[in-house]
């Protein structure tokens, strides 16, 4: 049960919101020897808007969800293709739905850094491209050290 309301009105105060995301009915997958598999349901729960800037607090996670940290485009001037380069950390959720510090056993997986390109031209940079494709991904690696408080290992 409810123990406050959502101050945004987008829950109904227990801190999560339920989706349910269902394919087009004319989505299907071949899966070898002539089958298909058809429209896909996925089933899931989000933390609310309402908890997301509340401060974290002392407890056990329960569940873990994401939040990104850092976040920049890229875009080859040569390949005429972008990107996004996203770091992504772990946000550990207590029972009653409040994020909660990210220590000891809350602490599970470590941030990740994403290329969200498609890669299917990043083979070959010329080589400013490159310089300027490392130069995110550090700054981008830096912003993952900073979120899991990982200290400099040349310091």
């Not at 406050?4 to 997958?29: F, W």
């Not at 089958?35 to 056990?60: A, I, Q």
């Amino acid at each position: 049960m409810a123990s406050e309301t959502c101050p945004l009105g987008l829950c109904d105060g227990s801190g999560q919101i339920k989706y349910v995301e269902r394919e087009p009915e004319n989505v299907r997958r071949p899966i070898g020897d002539g089958l298909e598999l058809g429209p896909m349901v996925t089933h899931g729960t989000n933390l609310c808007k309402c908890r997301w800037e509340r401060e974290p607090r002392s407890g056990d996670a329960r569940w873990w969800t994401s939040r990104s940290v850092y976040s920049a485009e890229w875009e080859s001037s040569v390949h005429q293709h972008e990107g996004e380069i996203v770091v992504r950390g772990e946000v550990p959720v207590s029972e009653d739905n409040f994020i909660v510090h990210r220590t000891g056993e809350n602490f599970y997986y470590p941030t990740t850094v994403d290329l969200d390109f498609d890669q299917d031209w990043l083979h070959s940079l010329f080589p400013d491209e490159a310089r300027d494709l490392a130069a995110k991904l550090i700054a981008a690696a830096d912003a993952a050290d900073a979120y899991d408080k990982v200290p400099d290992v040349a310091a």
